[in-house]
């Protein structure tokens, strides 16, 4: 049930109230109403009955409707009101409206008054649902933006020039910049980098730039160079170019940055300790040439530790990495008894299905005895080192016989597995977070191998976008019998799209937005899953629930469909009203002309001040018609630009002759151009409206016998004329609505005016694809520019 439409009335007379209220119960049946006539009992109402709308006539004996509009904006700008008034000055009208009334009805059409009000309801629902649109798309934005800002990785967009646009805080850590501003581009940071043989990358070979010219990923490792900070740093850039749909050339480059400047060093480290490892092998081979047949067996292996025993348990090799590995030194142990080294860890599993770990203290310290246990399983094992701390190890035991067959001792080699157990468990971290965010996601996400033809997974929210609480989808279950379950709530024929994309050939990305039975639209995005190596994986389809905004966006086409209608209908209104008025006003002066020239010879010095009258407010009345009319004309496009070749400077002086042959100016005129000829195409029908309106405006609103000033000017490609008076001026504040039809400067509203004159001037001017300009200082004049192009 909708709730009561609350309106405040603001009328003193009982009569026109109760009319008022009669006319909108017409249109609104169910409505709650409070009237008011003192503006103390207007806030009052205001506050405590929170309307929904205000209608107030324009004059009250204590109070007024342009004060009770002022108030009810700014209480709350979303509140309509509309001036119900039996005044018939248009000039009031016209200023409610742009005070920010909804409408303007008068009393003796008091029928339209019901209507405006469902009108202007219309409009404000239009306007809270357009607000909250834009609040949820600035939310929106400001959690991209946090996600962008958080990452770990360095990333930075530029736009198809190679100029940087954005860059986040992760990548201005790692190029060391304080302070990232997209309008400084003098000196990009990137481009002081080196390849590996300290050769300067210039700049069309920089990953970035090479990514928009060839229009292909890129990843390459630079030394990259801050001259400011004197930093040096190893970056591994990876850089991907965007297109948009159906352009060959990208239109910007994504580029993410990666500091391996450390892993680098670690490399080199490596790189030197196995160069030692190889020299110490050597050494060691060449001085215990009784372990020749040994050789073989180091040097395979090398880069892991490994250690030889006799059976007695004393150490006869403990090559340099297992020196680093279990902190050791060879020739300390070499011929004495060997430490404990090794300890085995038993697996469990605990409630949350993840292994944990015990280590067992009942083992011997000699390394023969745990052949056994290290052939059953070489993996949960752990070095003890000298210090007592242990590290994960990879173990193989066994023995080795001599040139005679016979055992000769026992060889271990143990491999450090502590980055792989760190990759392992870092994996499983991942595994479960990845399971959390989709589980979480607003986002239904389901994953499906249609070579299988399996589902993969799947999340909570496919059945409630859906509207199909009792769907059944299950882990490795069958993905054709999801999809026909889908398929049976869709409202039109998109199961076709649903069929392509089972073809497991098909390698589209797509994305569609599909109807349900109940109404309801969903957007559906689906891509391959793909591996660094290009394999696939299956497909994911994500489904959003986007009814809000595809009601929305329908709504919003009808409100631009119903504007274009009413513009039309104003033209009309405008276009048929002028006409009506030129006849009787064309009639009105032939008989005024007739009169003086036939009937009343006799009594002219009585009445031709009379005459007069008639004949000067007849032509106003002709002039301001024709310019509703030519303005009505250019706005609806009924008025097109007949270009014709003409020079601008013989035009100028030609028109200031007609000028002066059809008027006594107030002013002198003067006119001055820098150039001898300017030959252009333009519409000198319509130019000469454009000079009749501007020079008429500087002598209007310009003291008795000063100087209007014409000035034509021409360069290369652009003409202009600049007409210079010594009037009034106009406001600051005011100058930029100098062009809005009917807009009238505070300071001029003493002079007869339309306010039609520079708004007919801007639509002449823009048909002729120019430019127009205005400065303006207060009781100093003003000059108006115009630039019109040559070519």
Not at 263 to 289: D, G, P
Not at 672 to 697: A, R, W
Not at 749 to 765: D, E, F, H, N, Y
Not at 775 to 789: A, W
Request: one cysteine or more; glycine letters at 6%; proline letters at 3%.
């Amino acid at each position: 049930m909708n709730p009561k439409v609350k309106i405040i009335l603001v009328e003193d007379v009982e009569t026109d109230a109760l009319l008022a209220v009669h006319e909108i119960r017409k249109a609104i049946p169910d409505i709650e109403l409070v009237t008011v006539d003192t503006e103390e009992a207007f806030r009052e109402a205001l506050a405590s009955f929170h309307p929904d709308l205000v209608v107030t006539d324009y004059s009250l004996p204590s109070f007024d409707g342009m004060t009770a509009l002022k108030i009810t904006l700014a209480h709350d700008a979303l509140i309509p009101v509309i001036i119900f008034t039996g005044s018939q000055n248009e000039s009031i009208a016209v200023e409610c409206i742009k005070s920010g009334a909804v409408d303007y009805v008068l009393k003796e059409q008091q029928r339209r008054l019901g209507q405006a009000v469902v009108n202007a309801l219309k409009q404000k629902e239009v306007q809270r649902k357009k607000e909250e649109a834009l609040a949820m798309l600035a939310e929106s934005e400001q959690t991209n933006r946090y996600l962008y800002e958080s990452m770990a990785q360095g990333v930075i967009y530029r736009d198809h020039q190679g100029k940087i646009i954005r860059m986040n805080r992760a990548a201005q850590s790692i190029l060391g910049i304080d302070h990232f501003d997209a309008g400084d581009q003098s000196a990009d940071p990137l481009y002081h980098s080196f390849y590996d043989n300290g050769t300067s990358v210039p700049r069309e070979s920089y990953p970035a730039i090479r990514a928009l010219v060839t229009g292909q990923e890129n990843h390459i490792t630079l030394l990259y160079y801050n001259r400011q900070k004197d930093i040096r740093k190893w970056i591994t850039h990876h850089s991907r170019p965007e297109f948009r749909k159906g352009e060959k050339k990208p239109f910007r480059v994504f580029s993410t940055m990666e500091d391996i400047t450390e892993h680098k060093r670690l490399i080199s480290e490596i790189s030197q300790l196995n160069q030692l490892l190889a020299e110490r092998v050597v050494t060691r081979t060449n001085e215990i040439n009784r372990l020749s047949n040994l050789n073989s067996a180091i040097l395979d292996n090398a880069g892991t530790a490994v250690m030889v025993f006799n059976h007695d348990n004393v150490v006869q090799l403990f090559n340099p990495a297992a020196e680093k590995m279990f902190g050791y030194v060879a020739t300390s142990l070499t011929g004495k008894p060997a430490p404990r080294l090794f300890k085995r860890i038993e697996a469990s599993s605990s409630s949350s299905n993840s292994e944990t770990f015990h280590e067992t203290d009942n083992q011997s310290c000699k390394v023969a005895d745990l052949i056994k246990e290290v052939n059953t399983n070489r993996d949960n094992w752990v070095g003890i080192r000298n210090d007592g701390t242990t590290l994960p190890v990879k173990l193989t035991v066994s023995t080795f016989k001599d040139e005679t067959g016979s055992e000769a001792g026992i060889i271990a080699i143990a491999v450090d597995t502590t980055a792989e157990k760190e990759a392992e468990e870092a994996l499983r971290r991942n595994e479960s977070l990845m399971k959390l965010v989709m589980a979480t996601s607003p986002l239904a996400l389901l994953v499906i191998d249609h070579r299988q033809d399996t589902v993969l997974y799947c999340n909570q929210k496919l059945s409630d976008i859906w509207g199909q609480p009792g769907l059944q989808v299950r882990i490795s279950g069958k993905a054709s019998a999801v999809f026909t379950q889908l398929a049976s709530a869709l409202a039109g024929d998109d199961n076709q799209f649903f069929l392509e994309l089972q073809d497991p050939g098909n390698h589209a990305v797509c994305e569609k937005t599909i109807q349900l039975k109940g109404g309801n639209f969903i957007k559906c995005y689906t891509d391959l899953i793909l591996g660094e190596s290009g394999k696939c994986y299956g497909r994911l389809y994500t489904f959003e629930d986007v009814t809000r905004e595809e009601e929305y966006a329908r709504s919003l086409r009808v409100s631009i469909e119903k504007e274009k209608e009413l513009n039309e209908l104003k033209s009309k209104i405008v276009r048929l009203t002028s006409h009506e008025f030129k006849t009787p006003l064309a009639s009105i002066l032939m008989a005024s002309e007739t009169l003086q020239h036939y009937g009343m010879k006799q009594v002219d010095g009585k009445f031709s001040v009379y005459f007069e009258r008639i004949d000067k407010n007849v032509l106003y009345m002709k002039e301001m018609i024709d310019k509703f009319l030519n303005l009505s004309r250019l706005e609806s496009g009924h008025l097109p630009v007949q270009l014709t070749p003409a020079d601008l400077v013989r035009f100028t002086r030609e028109w200031l002759v007609d000028y002066h042959d059809k008027n006594t100016p107030s002013a002198t005129i003067l006119f001055k151009s820098e150039c001898d000829e300017c030959n252009m195409h333009m519409d000198t029908y319509l130019m000469e409206q454009v000079l009749n309106n501007l020079v008429s405006n500087g002598i209007k609103y310009s003291p008795e016998g000063s100087t209007v000033t014409i000035e034509v000017a021409a360069t290369d490609d652009t003409a202009s004329i600049t007409i210079t008076d010594q009037g009034i001026g106009i406001p600051v504040d005011e100058q930029q609505n100098v062009f809005s039809t009917f807009f009238r400067a505070s300071n001029a509203r003493k002079t007869a005016g339309t306010g039609l004159g520079l708004a007919t001037v801007k639509q002449i001017i823009d048909l002729h694809g120019g430019r127009i300009g205005i400065s303006s200082e207060e009781n100093r004049g003003t000059q108006v520019k115009v630039e019109l192009p040559l070519n």
